[in-house]
């Protein structure tokens, strides 16, 4: 009996999980579809990028518009561009090189920067918010308040260069690229501590908003989860402070924040546009900026769906592991 | 008889002590009681004062009646630092700033910097209320269909299926990207920004607002307000729409200050309002050229962002506490 209820129980998370990949895949699709309009239809075309070259001639533009499929009807283009996608073969309008690698590349070299702003976010969010809930009204709590709607409130960029400013001069540390030029042939060791110390100041600063918000949140979470029975229940039975807080309350405060692993990897491509292109960093927003101002429209929409893809996969992400921390919730 | 005075007199009594009680506050009083006690709000909404207030007098004495002149070029008196006086020997009379003094300092063509921030006030805050009036005006719209209609079947899907499946469809696209790409692809125009802007940031509205009409619908006054036959147009807007407001004011208000701050964003990567517009966000972003030479032109915009946003976020943040009954109490 009992088993026969586990296996169905079983049986409706699989269907649970299977509806909502199917929901998520349809949403995909209506986004690509979304995207891909909203680029073909606004004005400028990739073939009007250079018009002032001399060299450009007419019947160049219409071959450039005949290879990349311009002159074929919307839902043609769409499709070609989705059969590229899944067949590999992509290829960048603006010099002709394959998508997918390009992307690869780039991802790879924005993911240290999104690893590193997110150990930043995670380890100094936590204790400043858990201490400004537990000590709510002080001197702590409200300076630690303000300072957080400051660093909401302050241009990335303004603060950015004000903290170049001062770290080049103060500490010498390097602010631009991933790496220092003509540093090829060092040994590694020098390798890695110059590629540490470029990572330090830009993953500092994509990570500053996200302190911010992240400490509000675990602040509000925790005088949310003080204020319950329950931690009243602990304190009348004696126990002391520091277990009524951080094993009572902090277990159950941490539970939405489970969520949050999902949304990690989207925020990459959303926040980092302006970052990398402050810290001169070769990443996925950078090449993103890149092929918006070059129109290399296949590279636009390929990010943009990888994004979606990634944004889509996160929610299932967290919903799961909701599922799985929180039984109140779990599939009826 | 004598058991119906008794209960005349017990009555009588009830109504002393009630008219004892102390006079119930409105709605508004009570607001406004919880949002003085907080200070921080109370500072972001005398510096939103002050600077709508301001907007206005720019908007007048940089246009309408010109006393501050934004685009005036005077290439004898460029990068000179705030509060230094025009030379009197080489600028003609008529193109001097008020009183001979440059407030602000002026920028690498001898503009006026304290004028042109005047400019930009007007500018930068009129992005950020229409992008968000944009916005939250399509977040009522597509949440109260949803909240209101979702039952409705369309077909083989429900209204609110429908409206909120397109609700995650937009969630899907990275904001800022989708900001950049569509500004970047249109020919560059202010309105192009607000619209953009307001277009893409209208989905937590949206949520909000459902989840307010899917709890009001089921509540007494508006089944009685059904039960009375009055139309559905009123039904909406005279008693759900205003008790849905609390959440969207919030939104809102915060919603105007992450406006400006894309507008700045989009300045810094050469994307966001074109001359002769001034911004604060492209004050700023053409300012971060001279930060060496000239580093009024990148602080004084760059301040005045971080303190207007600051005002609104504190207030949002006041209004929230304010509004949520939930959180007051604890």
Redesign the interface.
């Known amino acids: 009996m009992a088993q026969a209820r586990a296996h169905s129980g079983l049986l409706t998370m699989w269907t649970y999980i299977a509806r909502n990949i199917l929901q998520r895949i349809v949403t995909l699709l209506i986004v690509s579809i979304v995207a891909h309009s909203v680029i073909h239809l606004a004005p400028g075309e990739p073939s009007q990028v250079d018009p002032s070259n001399p060299r450009m001639k007419p019947s160049d533009i219409e071959n450039i518009r005949a290879a990349f499929h311009l002159d074929d009807p919307l839902h043609l283009q769409y499709a070609y561009w989705i059969r590229d996608l899944f067949t590999g073969e992509l290829k960048s309008f603006k010099d002709n090189q394959p998508v997918l690698p390009k992307i690869w590349q780039r991802f790879l070299n924005s993911l240290p920067l999104l690893i590193c702003a997110t150990l930043i976010i995670w380890s100094l969010s936590f204790p400043t918010g858990i201490h400004a809930a537990i000590r709510r009204g002080s001197v702590y709590d409200r300076s630690t308040t303000f300072t957080a709607y400051a660093l909401i409130s302050i241009p990335g960029f303004f603060l950015s260069y004000i903290m170049i400013l001062w770290v080049v001069d103060t500490f010498n540390v390097p602010v631009i690229g991933m790496k220092t030029f003509g540093m090829e042939d060092a040994d590694l060791a020098f390798r890695s501590m110059d590629r540490l110390w470029h990572l330090v100041i830009p993953s500092l600063m994509s990570a500053i908003g996200g302190i911010a918000v992240l400490s509000r949140y675990v602040r509000s979470q925790m005088l949310e989860v003080v204020g319950q029975d329950y931690i009243r229940t602990a304190r009348a039975k004696g126990l002391s402070e520091d277990t009524v807080i951080y094993r009572h309350a902090l277990q159950n405060a941490l539970l939405p924040f489970v969520t949050m692993f999902g949304f990690l990897l989207p925020a990459l491509i959303g926040g980092s546009v302006i970052f990398e292109q402050i810290f001169a960093w070769p990443g996925l927003g950078r090449l993103g900026y890149e092929a918006i101002l070059a129109r290399d429209f296949p590279v636009i929409l390929t990010i943009n769906f990888i994004a979606a893809v990634l944004t889509l996969a996160g929610t299932l992400v967290s919903d799961l592991l909701y599922a799985v921390v929180d039984p109140r919730i779990r599939l009826q | 008889m004598t058991t119906l005075s008794g209960q005349q007199s017990a009555i009588s009594s009830q109504l002393e002590t009630i008219a004892e009680l102390p006079p119930h506050e409105t709605q508004l009083q009570e607001f406004w009681r919880i949002l003085k006690k907080d200070r921080?709000a109370i500072f972001g909404m005398i510096v939103l004062g002050v600077l709508l207030a301001l907007a206005i007098v720019a908007k007048v004495t940089t246009e309408w009646v010109v006393i501050f002149d934004p685009s005036t070029v005077r290439l004898p008196d460029k990068f000179l630092p705030p509060m230094s006086g025009a030379s009197a020997d080489l600028i003609p009379t008529e193109d001097r700033p008020v009183f001979g003094v440059y407030l602000f300092g002026t920028d690498e063509l001898g503009r006026d910097v304290f004028a042109r921030m005047l400019q930009g006030s007007f500018v930068s805050l009129s992005i950020g209320f229409i992008a968000v009036g944009i916005s939250v005006s399509i977040g009522i719209l597509l949440g109260g269909l949803s909240g209101y209609y979702g039952r409705i079947k369309l077909g083989f899907i429900t209204v609110d299926t429908l409206i909120m499946?397109?609700t995650?469809?937009m969630?899907?696209?990275?904001?800022?990207?989708?900001i950049?790409?569509?500004v970047?692809?249109?020919?560059p125009s202010i309105y192009n920004i607000m619209i953009v802007i307001g277009v893409t940031s209208w989905m937590g509205t949206a949520r909000f607002v459902r989840a307010e009409f899917l709890s009001l619908r089921e509540q007494d006054f508006v089944v009685a307000a059904q039960a009375l036959g009055l139309p559905e147009y009123r039904i909406i807007f005279r008693h759900m729409v205003p008790n849905a407001m609390a959440p969207v004011l919030v939104s809102a208000t915060i919603g105007v200050?992450s406006a400006i701050?894309t507008e700045?964003?989009l300045s810094?990567?050469g994307f966001g309002v074109q001359p002769p517009f001034a911004t604060w966000?492209n004050i700023?972003?053409d300012g971060?050229g001279f930060?060496f030479d000239a580093p009024w032109l990148?602080f004084i915009p760059?301040f005045a962002?971080?303190i207007v946003?600051?005002a609104?976020?504190?207030f949002g943040?006041g209004l929230r506490e304010a509004l949520n009954p939930k959180l007051r109490r604890?």
């Not at chain 2, 970047?184 to 020919?187: G, H, Q, T, Y």
């Open positions: 921080l499946r397109f995650d469809v969630l899907c696209f990275p904001t800022f990207f989708l950049l790409t569509v970047a692809l249109l020919p200050a701050l700045s964003g810094f990567l966000g700023l972003s971060k930060i990148f760059g962002i971080l946003v600051l609104f976020n504190l943040e604890r």
